[in-house]
C-alpha cells in the first residue's frame, strides 16, 4: 500500500486557471507537508499542518491555500495560476522524530 | 537560521568508484540529520539518518557520520553502482515546530558503467 499518495500525478494548464492537488496518507502521522521543487531540484517548504495548526512558509503567495478535511489529507488548492508555479510539488508527512516520508510528486505545468 | 550547504553537481563516476559527497551545516542546539535519495522521476526516501554528535548512519552501503565539531554531515560509498545514480539532498531537523525539514540544494549524481 502506499504510503503518501498525491494525485494528479502530472497537471498542465492554462495560466489564470485554478487548480489542486490531493494528498493523502495512511501512514497515522500527525503532520503533513507540501514543498516545491523547482527546476534545479531545490526544495522549499511551503506549508505544514498539525493538529489543525496551520504553518506558512511566509514566501508563498496567497493564491496556495491548503486544506485539509481530516488528518490524513492535506489538499493543495492554487488560484490564478502563473508561469512560474511550475513545478513539482511533494507532499510528505512524519511523526514527532519528523522523518519525512514523501509521495511521487505532481509536476505542475503552468503553459 | 538554519542552512545546509551541500557540494553543486554533477558528480560523475565511474562504476566501483568510492563516492564522498561534502555537507555542512548551520544551525542552534543540536538537531538531528539525514539523507535522502530522489531516484529519477520518483519522490524522496529516506536513505540514512544521525541524531546525536558522533553517530553514523547507514543504509544500502551508504555511511554517514554525525561530525559536530565540523558541523558536517558528509555521505561515503566505497563502490557505487550504476543503480546509485540519483539526487542526493543532506537535510536537518533542529526541532523548532512543524516547521518540517531543512534541505541543501541536491546533489546529482551519476555513475557511468
Known amino acids: 500500500d502506499t504510503a503518501v499518495s498525491q494525485t494528479p500525478k502530472y497537471l498542465v494548464t492554462q495560466m489564470g486557471n485554478d487548480k489542486s492537488i490531493k494528498c493523502e496518507q495512511n501512514?497515522?502521522?500527525?503532520?503533513m507537508y507540501w514543498y516545491k521543487q523547482d527546476s534545479k531540484k531545490f526544495l522549499k517548504i511551503m506549508f505544514s499542518?498539525?493538529?489543525?495548526?496551520?504553518?506558512i512558509n511566509e514566501t508563498v503567495p496567497n493564491r496556495f491555500s491548503p486544506k485539509s478535511p481530516d488528518k490524513a489529507h492535506l489538499n493543495l488548492h492554487i488560484n490564478s495560476l502563473e508561469l512560474g508555479d511550475s513545478a513539482v510539488y511533494f507532499c510528505?508527512?512524519?511523526?514527532?522524530?519528523?522523518?519525512?516520508?514523501f509521495g511521487e510528486g505532481s509536476r505542475l505545468t503552468v503553459l | 537560521g538554519n542552512s545546509v550547504t551541500q557540494m553543486e553537481g554533477p558528480v560523475t563516476l565511474s562504476e566501483e568508484a568510492f563516492l564522498t559527497i561534502n555537507c555542512t551545516y548551520t544551525a542552534t542546539g543540536y538537531p538531528s540529520l539525514f539523507w535522502y535519495v530522489q531516484y529519477p522521476g520518483e519522490g524522496l526516501q529516506l536513505l540514512l539518518k544521525?541524531?546525536?554528535?558522533?553517530d553514523k548512519g547507514s543504509n544500502k552501503g551508504f555511511e554517514a557520520t554525525y561530525r559536530k565539531e565540523t558541523t558536517s554531515f558528509h555521505l561515503e560509498k566505497g563502490s557505487v553502482q550504476v543503480s546509485d545514480s540519483a539526487v542526493y539532498f543532506c537535510a536537518l531537523d533542529s526541532g523548532g515546530g512543524a516547521d518540517g525539514l531543512t534541505f541543501g540544494k541536491g546533489t546529482h549524481l551519476i555513475i557511468q558503467p
Open positions: 510528505a508527512s512524519s511523526r514527532v522524530t519528523r522523518e519525512l516520508f
Open positions: 499542518y498539525n493538529n489543525k495548526e496551520l504553518i
Open positions: 544521525a541524531t546525536k554528535a558522533d
Open positions: 501512514l497515522g502521522h500527525d503532520t
